[in-house]
């Protein structure tokens, strides 16, 4: 890990939804350290500054994907990026998902929105060695069928024996799937409470109602995993503008217990 951007290059840029794009990225000379699902890197627009994103896609070891949506100055400076252009990465941080502790488990997947992004590299990592999972569930919810990401992969992830399950707020015309808040998708899903393991990303208020209908449905809190990310500066756990209650998320997540946020998650405003 550096606490000094290092200079990268785009290598392609994808367009996900109206305001969604991956870059991937290659290091012009010395690389960061691996990643792993879950983790993040700071990334630096260059003249402007840098904000935490979550690795979506890790190829080829050092060749990164990160999915940035445009909400800010910095945000919409990564997004206007073409092929060749250089930014900067620190990292990687945080603690990501724990696939290793899921080993032997169903694996059930709940992203909303734009946390698909940091929850894709784990779908892939299950994917990929199926002799060590047991079944993998995918819930998607997002605004509009427009808003979702990753649209040609999801076939992909059924081909390769994903359920995948997708709701959105506001559907249009010829769209089949369902229609509501993503844990009404739980409905849908063969939950074995005892042999599952949940990993959930999106807006906090989704995480708050998705947990509790994890727990509603037998899990226990220890087997969900939830990915947190409050108004994250500095990366390394100093600025503490991403504390939550005793936790700094950029240090002691973004990937948490939810037996350990539970009871912050209930605490308005906190």
């Known amino acids: 890990m550096t606490t000094v951007p290092l200079p990268y290059r785009v290598t392609a840029v994808a367009a996900e939804n109206a305001d969604c794009t991956s870059l991937e990225v ?13 983790r993040f890197a700071m990334m630096y627009a260059f003249g402007v500054g840098e904000v935490p994103i979550s690795v979506s896609a890790i190829r080829d070891g050092h060749r990164l994907v990160h999915t940035v949506r445009a909400v800010g100055a910095v ?17 990687p941080y945080g603690i990501g998902w724990d696939l290793d502790g899921a080993t032997g488990s169903d694996v059930l997947v709940v992203a909303g929105g734009i946390g698909l ?28 069928p427009e808003d979702l990401l990753y649209r040609a992969e999801l076939d992909h992830w059924r081909r390769a024996s994903a359920q995948v399950e997708v709701a959105v707020d506001r559907p249009g015309p010829g769209w089949r799937g369902g229609v509501g808040v993503v844990t009404s998708l739980l409905d849908r899903v063969d939950v074995r409470p005892d042999r599952t393991t949940a990993l959930v990303c999106g807006p906090e208020v989704m995480i708050r109602h998705t947990g509790r209908a994890l727990l509603a449905r037998g899990l226990p809190a220890h087997r969900v995993q939830v990915s947190l990310e409050r108004n994250m500066r500095c990366g390394t756990g100093h600025c503490g503008h991403c504390q939550l209650g005793p936790l700094l998320l950029c240090r002691d997540g973004p990937v948490v217990g939810y037996d350990r946020t539970r009871s912050l998650l209930a605490i308005r405003e906190l």
């Open 75 to 91: 945000t919409g400076a990564l997004c206007r990026l073409g092929a060749g252009d250089a930014v900067g990465l620190r990292g």
């Open 26 to 38: 290659m290091p012009v000379g010395r690389a960061l350290p691996a990643f792993t699902p879950g």
């Open 117 to 144: 992004a940091p929850l894709r590299p784990a779908v892939r990592h299950v994917l990929a060695h199926p002799g060590h999972y047991g079944r993998l569930h995918v819930l998607i919810g997002a605004r509009t």
